[in-house]
T-cell receptor, first 115, second 114 residues
Framework: GENVEQHPSTLSVQEGDSAVIKCTYS??????FPWYKQELGKRPQLIID?????GEKKDQRIAVTLNKTAKHFSLHITETQPEDSAVYFC??????????????FGQGTILTVHP | DAMVIQNPRYQVTQFGKPVTLSCSQT?????MYWYQQKSSQAPKLLFH???????NEADTPDNFQSRRPNTSFCFLDIRSPGLGDAAMYLC?????????????FGNGTRLTVT
């Protein structure tokens, strides 16, 4: 099955700085990579996703890049704000094999943005 | 507002006492999932329903069961909760399996076992 590794486990930045979270995956059949933001005590919310036919996707201050050859993808947050503080999860999903349609999550990154 | 609704938000049960968590959705999605999330960990998939087709994860304990009586509702039954089952339980839906269908999570039920 799929295995997703996420780094770093904690990330602390100053307001206005950029934050980068990286994930690697093991199943070359994986072709969908969402990122979820989870605030304390709340549900995970999808913030951006990328499909394997695209190398980069951007939505305002958030961007995701995908390198299929190296099997890694990254989340980039620019001009961070205190309200960006949360736990961020990457995930991977495949359209084939035993992992079909299932999301495998990374371990999470606790992002803290200091004012 | 279409959404995934979980009840209750907080549930306290006694060791060994059966408990049922509920989830409903107004999205008319085909797939419903149950995830277990322990503190500071990633959500872990327990099982999912694709329409009426139940799909159990290989490492989900027999203590956990699920029912989906219709498209809108799905239940998680814990037959004999142990202290290790204390966690946040997240229900999620997707329109279909596969890359075109992002997950929509409910707000979760936090289960405490005393």
């Amino acid at each position: 099955g799929e295995n997703v590794e996420q780094h770093p486990s904690t990330l602390s930045v100053q307001e206005g700085d950029s934050a980068v979270i990286k994930c690697t995956y093991s199943d070359s059949a994986s072709n969908y990579f969402p990122w979820y933001k989870q605030e304390l005590g709340k549900r995970p919310q999808l913030i951006i996703d990328i499909r394997s036919n695209v190398g980069e996707k951007k939505d305002q201050r958030i961007a995701v890049t995908l390198n299929k050859t190296a099997k890694h993808f990254s989340l980039h947050i620019t001009e961070t704000q205190p309200e960006d503080s949360a736990v961020y999860f990457c995930a991977a999903s495949s359209n084939s094999g035993t992992s079909y349609g299932k999301l495998t999550f990374g371990q999470g990154t606790i992002l803290t943005v200091h004012p | 507002d279409a959404m995934v609704i979980q009840n209750p938000r907080y549930q306290v049960t006694q060791f060994g006492k059966p408990v049922t968590l509920s989830c409903s959705q107004t999205l008319n999605h085909n797939v419903m999932y149950w995830y277990q999330q322990k503190s500071s960990q990633a959500p872990k998939l327990l099982f999912h329903y694709y329409d009426k087709d139940f799909n159990n994860e290989a490492d989900t304990p027999d203590n956990f069961q699920s029912r989906r009586p219709n498209t809108s509702f799905c239940f998680l039954d814990i037959r004999s909760p142990g202290l290790g089952d204390a966690a946040m339980y997240l229900c999620a839906t997707s329109r279909d399996r596969g890359v075109t269908s992002p997950l929509h999570f409910g707000n979760g039920t936090r289960l405490t076992v005393t």
